[in-house]
């Protein structure tokens, strides 16, 4: 059991009165147990959260007026308790689409980002050969991590899988993205997840991984290699990242800092 501590600062000027939707918060998800959480606002503000309908994430929402800076902290103490078994995850069979659970189904289909329907000659001829199961998603994983280039600024809010293997760069998301896209050709289920995790090689950010559904459940994995999956404490989950971005804004702003930390992970 690991108990980390998460410290997120956000810092905004607020051009012209501006809707927020942030994720922020850690996500009540089975792997992990939120132990004391807080969020505070300067200047304080009225506030609420909600939860979406499909994938349950957790969403803060509020109104700001113009103002030269408006901060968000969330402050929280949070045990992770899943235990990777490694020996487990090998033997994992994929699971055939006429025995997936309805609420899995979707997570096979094409999306914004992950048009996955673009890319099934491709998939086929370098992973439809593989034996299905853990390994076949883990040399996705590989090739990803040998062929694309991990590089700050090379994609924006347009970027799809296929644009990340056409250029072969990208950064955690677009990583994630490919992964998700290559799964889902092949008939693996595949999603995004995000959270906080500490990656010592760059500046504080938020993370964005993968994970696929094979024969017992979920499984985490991460093309860029930045941080041990285990080591992520979950945001959100989603189709791609349209459905998991830290924040969703109708108004003019300019983001100043953003600083998501997490620190002092304690083996328990």
């Avoid at 147990?33 to 969403?59: A, K």
């Amino acid at each position: 059991m690991t108990t980390c501590k998460i410290q997120c600062h956000l810092k905004y000027k607020i051009v012209q009165a501006t809707e927020f939707v942030f994720q922020l918060q850690a996500a009540h998800h089975p792997d992990q147990t939120i132990i004391e959480e807080q969020l505070i606002f300067n200047p304080p503000i009225e506030w609420r959260e909600f939860q979406d309908s499909s994938h349950q994430n957790r969403h803060i929402r509020l109104h700001v007026e113009p103002c030269d800076a408006f901060e968000i902290n969330y402050n929280a103490t949070v045990e992770r308790h899943s235990v990777v078994n490694a020996a487990v995850q090998q033997n994992l069979n994929e699971v055939a689409v006429p025995n997936l659970p309805d609420e899995v189904l979707p997570y096979l289909l094409a999306s914004r980002y992950c048009n996955s329907d673009l890319l099934g000659d491709m998939a086929n001829r370098s992973f439809g050969w593989m034996k299905p199961g853990y390994s076949r998603v883990k040399a996705i994983e590989q090739w990803i991590y040998n062929n694309i280039f991990y590089v700050s600024g090379s994609s924006d809010q347009f970027t799809t899988a296929t644009d990340v293997l056409i250029h072969r760069a990208g950064v955690c998301r677009d990583f994630a993205h490919l992964g998700i896209a290559l799964c889902r050709a092949l008939g693996i289920p595949a999603r995004m997840v995000v959270g906080y995790v500490e990656i010592e090689k760059f500046l504080p950010d938020f993370h964005a991984i993968f994970e696929a559904y094979l024969e017992g459940g979920w499984v985490l994995f991460d093309p860029t290699r930045l941080a041990p999956v285990e080591n992520l404490i979950r945001i959100g989950t989603g189709m791609d990242a349209g459905d998991v971005a830290f924040s969703t804004f109708y108004g003019e702003i300019e983001l100043i800092k953003i600083e998501p930390l997490i620190t002092d992970q304690v083996d328990g």
